[in-house]
């Protein structure tokens, strides 16, 4: 496995990764607005998308961030590995790489939005407290960095 950064020739495959994601949580599988739209959504404004692919070259897992205007602060979106390769790693070392980077760019603080229902979302609400975050309210996380 290796994780770029987002290129346009990826965007169907994430999107059906995505997809797949959504449905193997029992959830109506859809897109987020910003997936059709991560160059202006993301790379315009110099925040960062990043695919992790394969061997094959297919994207088995994505993570992205947008910084919080006037701080030093971002907001993580968009982890997702694809269903049949959970639990191998992969969501812990896409979360690994973004918060280096982060780190390395002066970031201080990562914040992430946890979706509702909580049932639904049950993995995301085990997997960032066991990498550092804490609740600050029922539905948001916060790590320092710096």
Not at 102 to 120: A, D, N, T
Not at 127 to 143: E, N, Q, V
Request: net charge positive; hydrophobic share 35%; charged share 25%.
């Amino acid at each position: 496995m290796k994780i770029i950064e987002y290129k346009g020739n990826y965007r169907d495959d994430l999107i059906f990764m995505v997809l797949e994601a959504k449905n193997a949580l029992r959830r109506i599988p859809s897109i987020n607005p910003d997936l059709l739209t991560i160059e202006t959504s993301y790379l315009e404004k110099e925040d960062c998308f990043w695919l992790a692919v394969n061997d094959e070259n297919r994207v088995i897992g994505s993570i992205a961030y947008s910084s919080i205007p006037k701080t030093n602060e971002v907001f993580l979106h968009r982890l997702f590995i694809k269903p049949s390769l959970k639990h191998q790693g992969i969501g812990s070392q896409l979360l690994a790489f973004a918060e280096d980077y982060l780190r390395k760019i002066g970031k201080s603080h990562v914040r992430i939005h946890l979706g509702q229902p909580k049932e639904q979302w049950f993995e995301s609400y085990q997997f960032y407290p066991k990498h550092g975050y804490r609740f600050y309210d029922d539905t948001h996380l916060i790590k320092k960095l710096i």
